[in-house]
């Protein structure tokens, strides 16, 4: 599950200064939600019973994947309805590996197969849930100075790159600068 770190750096021997804490969130290799929580994220859930072709397409482009790819589940239904039996829709089932794989989240493709075919719908709103709360990346700059009088404090942020391999940037996230005012 995910949990907060409050991070305080004021130290006993400095006076208390107001500082506004830094959060960050730290993933476990664990889903964030249950298969039914619903409650974690109530605009996923309504959106996926209202709408739930729409909020397939949705969740799928956010994972970067192609926006259509949920409608071939459809066609999956239809030859469900003529009768060639097949259990598993392929697009529900492939993205919930893929999102379990790229997050690093335990588990296995049975579970996956399982979670897929009878609790379709729910397994979306978990994925969808995933991918939002892992896809907010963010760099935090905790840097304490001596400030003169007159200073202020920029700090300027540079959008991050989400990647499905491994990256190397030995570019900054953040850059901390102090300008002066006059």
């Known amino acids: 599950m995910a949990t907060n770190v409050i991070i305080n750096n004021n130290q006993q021997s400095q006076p208390p200064q107001p500082q506004t804490p830094a959060i960050i969130a730290v993933h476990s290799n664990q889903w964030s939600t249950g298969i039914c929580g619903c409650f974690d994220d109530l605009q996923v859930c309504c959106f996926a019973y209202w709408c739930f072709p729409c909020f397939a397409c949705t969740t799928t482009s956010e994972f970067g994947e192609c926006f259509c790819l949920p409608l071939l589940d459809l066609l999956w239904f239809f030859t469900q309805l003529v009768g060639v039996s097949s259990c598993t829709p392929p697009v529900s089932m ?20 399982v979670y897929s075919t009878f609790c379709n719908i729910c397994s979306w709103c978990q994925m969808a849930r995933e991918i939002k709360r892992r896809r907010q990346t963010f760099t935090v700059i905790n840097a304490q100075s001596a400030m003169l009088p007159g200073q202020n404090m920029v700090m300027a942020f540079q959008p991050g790159v989400i990647t499905s391999q491994p990256m190397i940037n030995s570019t900054p996230q953040a850059v901390l600068t102090t300008a002066h005012v006059m």
């Open 94 to 113: 492939s993205m919930r590996v893929a999102v379990r794989n790229r997050y690093g989240i335990q588990g296995d493709m049975m579970a996956d197969c």
